[in-house]
């Protein structure tokens, strides 16, 4: 299999090592040639002069590139690819760049598929991961890919467009915004430093996880937020909830908790509130002894 990734970023860069590793010959190329060569120098593949020319012979061209600009990139390269190839890209949102793929000229006789790997560049093994696929038109080149995924551990979530943004939504965009807030709330406290030497596990688990935010790519937890249309109405939820129980806190109303629990213990359960729990120390204790 002939594979072209289209795109030099965190991202591309993976899916060079992934395809590499398990899919067959890979080119890479860039509008920046001199990061795309960097790239292939690195991973020991070929680096094309053009985006064209990478996809010209590819049975697979996979499309890893910023959001916005990832429609107009498959419509660009769509009648580069020879027939009966498979066009993909990875992009966080998918109403546009689906509604782009369904508007390709069908005399291409492409396959076309628009995937999300629920995970970013730092993964070294697709074992338990998450995939999310909206499949326009798949056919034989999706299917070997697909199994690919699968034999290797990962999961396919096949789906509509604009459910996988309802969800992202949710999944993606309020679980950065939360963090974001964080950071931006903590960053100016002047006990910060204290606070991190007298932690607690939940205190030391959330500033991890927003921690480990800052390793990403700051231009794409941006792009997720704008370009999902589903994204300003998660966070408006979220604010309402936070100016609710502010609200109540203010009041002297200590008891606003428990609406809280309650509503979210019958969504989960206390069985699984306290196996989190558990492991939520585990993983404290465990990392006190390293």
Avoid at 42 to 50: L, N, Y
Avoid at 154 to 165: F, G, L, N, Q
Avoid at 169 to 181: E, G, K, P, R
Avoid at 252 to 258: C, N, P
Wanted: hydrophobic share 45%; glycine share 6%; with cysteine.
């Amino acid at each position: 299999m002939r594979v072209a990734i289209i795109g030099a970023g965190a991202m591309g860069k993976w899916l060079v090592n992934f395809a590499q590793q398990n899919l067959g010959q890979v080119t890479i190329a860039d509008i920046d040639v001199d990061k795309a060569k960097k790239v292939a120098k690195e991973a020991g593949v070929k680096a094309a002069e053009t985006c064209e020319e990478a996809v010209a012979k590819a049975n697979v061209a996979i499309i890893a590139v910023p959001i916005a600009k990832t429609p107009e990139v498959v419509k660009s390269l769509a009648k580069e690819m020879r027939a009966g190839a498979l066009l993909m890209d990875v992009a966080s949102a998918k109403s546009d760049v689906v509604d782009m793929m369904k508007g390709l000229d069908p005399d291409l006789e492409l396959e076309l598929v628009s995937i999300h790997p629920l995970f970013g560049p730092g993964a070294t093994t697709l074992e338990g991961k998450d995939f999310a696929a909206v499949l326009v038109k798949p056919g034989k080149r999706y299917a070997q890919f697909k199994k690919s995924l699968t034999k290797l551990g990962a999961s396919i979530t096949e789906m509509e467009a604009e459910e996988h943004d309802k969800v992202m939504a949710i999944s993606q965009c309020l679980t950065h915004f939360v963090l974001l807030s964080y950071l931006s709330a903590v960053k100016s406290t002047k006990e910060m430093k204290l606070a991190e030497k007298l932690r607690t596990p939940m205190f030391k688990a959330l500033l991890d996880l927003a921690k480990a935010v800052l390793a990403g790519n700051p231009d794409l937890y941006g792009e997720m937020q704008v370009m999902n249309k589903y994204a300003q109405l998660t966070r408006c939820v979220l604010m309402e909830a936070c100016r609710s129980l502010d609200v109540a806190f203010t009041a002297r109303d200590a008891k606003a908790t428990r609406e809280v629990f309650d509503k979210a213990l019958a969504l989960w359960g206390q069985p699984e509130a306290q196996a989190e729990y558990k492991r939520l120390y585990e993983r404290f204790e465990g990392e006190e002894k390293t």
